[in-house]
């Protein structure tokens, strides 16, 4: 069965403190992964794209991993702000071009 | 810039009234797309368009219709609203690489 599962399911750090947020997946056969950011009351915004050949990639403080072998992810916000309070969304492509989206984490930065 | 813009943030109707929400974009997508978000269930794919007037089911498409009369326009009808179709509805287009572009969301409530 295709399947997307995030951990932690919230979580909660103090402004300056890094983190990192894990998806695994057991989607197959496997395109790509993408992490979004989701704002309250907004649309998911893309973060990062991973394919198959890639490990690291990174977007400002935001940096994905991907183990193509174990099928995980994890995405780790370095120095993290206020204004990166939001959900984030794990979304596997698959080769027939089906998503499969994960329940997201929902982070909350404190001062 | 990508822009995906849906007709109303909040919404409220009564049970029975038919509904209508509205997704515009601006960059000649072909593909559009029609999600209703829910905590713990993460996105789900009610229906989607790969060109005007062609529209496909997607996972949950009981109690929804689409209508893709243009191609920068993609409506979503609820016939006859009811209590558990209360939801955040995104609207999202497909561009390069396959990435999709979100609306700001409606988030839709049936009373």
């Known amino acids: 069965k295709n399947q997307v599962e995030q951990s932690p399911q919230s979580l909660i750090i103090l402004e300056g403190k890094n983190c990192t947020l894990q998806?695994?997946?057991?989607?197959?056969?496997?395109?790509?992964l993408r992490w979004y950011k989701q704002d309250t009351g907004r649309g998911p915004v893309s973060l990062t794209i991973?394919?198959?050949?890639?490990n690291t990639k990174s977007n400002g403080r935001y940096t994905a991993t991907l183990d193509a072998d174990t099928k995980q992810s994890s995405l780790h916000i370095t120095a993290s702000q206020l204004s990166d309070s939001a959900s984030y969304i794990c979304?596997?492509?698959?080769?027939?071009?089906?998503?499969?989206f994960g329940t997201g984490t929902r982070l909350t930065v404190i001062p | 810039d990508v822009k995906v813009t849906q007709s109303s943030r909040y919404l409220v109707k009564r049970t029975g009234e038919k509904v209508f929400l509205e997704c515009v974009q601006d960059?000649?997508?072909?593909?559009m797309f029609w999600y209703r978000q829910d905590p713990g269930l993460g996105l789900r794919l009610i229906y989607f368009?790969?060109?005007?007037?062609?529209?496909e089911k997607g996972d949950i498409p009981e109690g929804y219709s689409v209508s893709r009369e243009k191609k920068e326009r993609f409506s979503l009808i609820l016939e006859s609203a009811s209590t558990n179709q209360t939801s955040m509805y995104l609207c999202?287009?497909?561009?390069?690489?396959?990435?999709?572009?979100f609306g700001p969301g409606t988030r839709l409530t049936v009373t």
């Open positions: 999202a287009t497909k561009g390069q690489i396959y990435e999709q572009y």
């Open positions: 960059m000649d997508h072909e593909n």
């Open positions: 979304v596997v492509r698959t080769g027939a071009n089906n998503l499969f």
């Open positions: 998806c695994n997946y057991t989607v197959s056969p496997f395109s790509n």
């Open positions: 991973m394919t198959f050949s890639e």
């Open positions: 368009s790969y060109d005007v007037k062609m529209k």
